[in-house]
């Protein structure tokens, strides 16, 4: 409990110390800088504590699983608020089935429309955000399940907490699980925008 | 993403060569998760640092009225589909045996 504090003050610290300044240019240079040394450190401790093949086997084979849950879950939930909100449903599958990945749901919808543009860059970001501060929290009782509100950001942001909070098993799990969802995305939202 | 697997690869090397020379592996292990959670700690505030900053543009752009169903639909767009994901892999993974 008491690092998912200090995690939910210092995001709100951060949150604020950036809403009073324009640009942050410098704060996004710093983030690739520090995610790389954190994969770095993943991958020193995953080797550390993985000593079988069947730990990756089992990791491999529960990874896909929850991919599919992930999948299928993101895409119900936008096709819930689609029905809550009056509008095209056709946006708001699209933005929930980014799965956290807002760097690419963002400008990509940005072509079509600049709101849908915001919302997927917006909600992804929060997604993540939210991944921070809940993993933690449904960790002790939920390790692996849990994986799956994270996204494809389980392959690489996310994937310091999930290791620190859930153990190298779940570490490995999430990787997978969000390698295989990256591949998924830039598939599935061109798809919604094109069939739907 | 190359830098994501080069990274990764980097650090497995790294732990695979400190194995073979160094003895206490428990050290090891509590040096590199004290440096992880530090690296969290600066990650979430940087990560804060940036939404701050994309809340402050959004809200110089449009409106108080933009702003309200912005965040309407970024509330719904942000819990529907975890808590469904949530549900939905607890349902596969736990209610199917496979935990």
């Given at each position: 409990?008491?690092?998912?504090?200090?995690?939910?003050?210092?995001?709100?610290?951060?949150?604020?110390?950036?809403?009073?300044?324009e640009s942050m240019s410098?704060?996004?240079?710093?983030?690739?800088?520090?995610?790389?040394?954190?994969?770095?450190?993943?991958?020193?401790?995953?080797?550390?504590?993985?000593?079988?093949?069947?730990?990756?086997?089992?990791?491999?084979?529960?990874?896909?699983?929850?991919?599919?849950?992930?999948?299928?879950?993101?895409?119900?939930?936008?096709?819930?608020?689609?029905?809550?909100?009056?509008?095209?449903?056709?946006?708001?599958?699209?933005?929930?089935?980014?799965?956290?990945?807002?760097?690419?749901?963002?400008?990509?919808?940005?072509?079509?429309?600049?709101?849908?543009?915001?919302?997927?860059?917006?909600?992804?970001?929060?997604?993540?955000?939210?991944?921070?501060?809940?993993?933690?929290?449904?960790?002790?009782?939920?390790?692996?399940?849990?994986?799956?509100?994270?996204?494809?950001?389980?392959?690489?942001?996310?994937?310091?907490?999930?290791?620190?909070?859930?153990?190298?098993?779940?570490?490995?799990?999430?990787?997978?699980?969000?390698?295989?969802?990256?591949?998924?995305?830039?598939?599935?939202?061109?798809?919604?925008?094109?069939?739907? | 993403?190359?830098?994501?697997?080069?990274?990764?690869?980097?650090?497995?090397?790294?732990?695979?060569?400190?194995?073979?020379?160094?003895?206490?592996?428990?050290?090891?292990?509590?040096?590199?998760?004290?440096?992880?959670?530090?690296?969290?700690?600066?990650?979430?505030?940087?990560?804060?640092?940036?939404?701050?900053?994309?809340?402050?543009?959004?809200?110089?752009?449009?409106?108080?009225?933009?702003?309200?169903?912005?965040?309407?639909?970024?509330?719904?767009?942000?819990?529907?589909?975890?808590?469904?994901?949530?549900?939905?892999?607890v349902a596969v993974l736990?209610?199917?045996?496979?935990?």
């Amino acid at each position: 409990m008491k690092h998912v504090a200090v995690i939910t003050t210092l995001f709100i610290i951060g949150a604020f110390l950036g809403f009073l300044n324009e640009s942050m240019s410098g704060a996004s240079i710093a983030l690739n800088a520090l995610l790389y040394s954190l994969i770095f450190i993943i991958g020193a401790l995953v080797v550390l504590e993985v000593r079988s093949i069947e730990v990756i086997a089992f990791s491999l084979k529960l990874a896909l699983m929850l991919a599919a849950s992930t999948v299928i879950g993101s895409a119900l939930g936008g096709i819930i608020v689609g029905a809550l909100i009056e509008g095209s449903l056709k946006p708001y599958l699209a933005v929930a089935l980014g799965m956290g990945w807002y760097t690419f749901t963002g400008p990509f919808l940005s072509i079509t429309n600049n709101y849908w543009g915001l919302l997927g860059f917006t909600s992804n970001v929060l997604r993540e955000a939210a991944t921070f501060i809940i993993y933690p929290l449904l960790a002790k009782k939920f390790s692996i399940e849990a994986i799956s509100i994270g996204g494809a950001t389980t392959m690489d942001t996310t994937l310091p907490v999930i290791a620190r909070y859930g153990g190298e098993k779940a570490a490995l799990t999430a990787l997978v699980h969000g390698f295989i969802l990256t591949l998924l995305i830039p598939i599935l939202i061109p798809l919604i925008m094109e069939l739907l | 993403m190359l830098g994501v697997y080069l990274a990764l690869a980097l650090g497995a090397l790294t732990s695979l060569l400190m194995k073979r020379v160094c003895r206490d592996v428990d050290r090891l292990r509590k040096s590199l998760n004290r440096a992880l959670s530090i690296n969290i700690y600066v990650l979430v505030t940087l990560v804060g640092l940036s939404a701050g900053s994309g809340v402050r543009e959004a809200l110089g752009v449009s409106g108080a009225l933009f702003i309200h169903r912005l965040v309407v639909d970024v509330a719904l767009l942000v819990a529907a589909p975890m808590t469904v994901s949530l549900l939905i892999a607890v349902a596969v993974l736990r209610l199917g045996g496979r935990l």
